[in-house]
């Protein structure tokens, strides 16, 4: 049996050593790269909860960007960004919540109110397709277990399932407190359909 000398074999075992040691690294940046990719593109569904506590002394809150599926800081009087606000006495108790959108137009339509929460689920699953409603400026008197349309500037739709809301008078405001959860479905392409679930 050949043996190699000892200073040769002590060099290929270090050189081979060392090679997987790159390669294992190369990996693990490869995966750590690929892992930590964050998509900033548009999402067509998800969960959203929104409130109308202000950022800056301009008054500018956070709203629901429906094409894009983001939470975006509404400036400059954006289009189809859905804000919650309160509706409220001079004494401030709110008497409703209401969406509101810089869409000059008609924009939401209530499709319904349900009972519970899981009757308010199996209709938001089942709204696959609807005909053209009679839309409204704002979305008036929201509450949980409701189902929203919402029009676009564009013409495109979204359904919104309000799981909750919630308002209270906070001291370091000037209005009430606001907030609402919402499960949406956004139809890019126009149609009065959404895919089933």
Not at 42 to 54: F, K, L, Q, V, W
Not at 61 to 77: C, D, H, R
Not at 155 to 163: F, N, T, V
Request: with cysteine; proline share 4%.
């Amino acid at each position: 049996m050949y043996r190699f000398p000892r200073d040769q074999y002590t060099a290929t075992g270090t050189q081979n050593h060392s090679m997987k040691r790159i390669a294992l690294s190369i990996l693990f940046i490869l995966l750590a790269l690929t892992g930590c990719k964050k998509n900033n593109g548009p999402r067509y569904s998800g969960t959203m909860t929104i409130n109308n506590e202000a950022v800056d002394q301009n008054y500018s809150v956070y709203g629901f960007s429906v094409p894009t599926g983001q939470k975006v800081l509404n400036l400059s009087n954006q289009q189809d960004v859905i804000t919650i606000q309160p509706d409220f006495d001079v004494n401030y108790n709110v008497r409703r919540l209401f969406f509101a959108s810089n869409n000059l137009e008609n924009s939401y339509f209530r499709f319904g109110q349900y009972n519970d929460g899981t009757s308010a689920s199996q209709a938001f699953k089942n709204l696959t397709s609807f005909t053209n409603p009679e839309w409204t400026q704002m979305g008036d008197t929201i509450k949980a277990n409701q189902i929203w349309l919402f029009k676009t500037s564009e013409e495109k739709y979204a359904k919104l399932l309000i799981i909750s809301t919630f308002s209270e008078k906070r001291a370091n405001m000037p209005f009430p407190y606001a907030e609402c959860t919402f499960e949406w479905v956004y139809q890019p392409d126009g149609s009065l359909t959404f895919a089933v679930e």
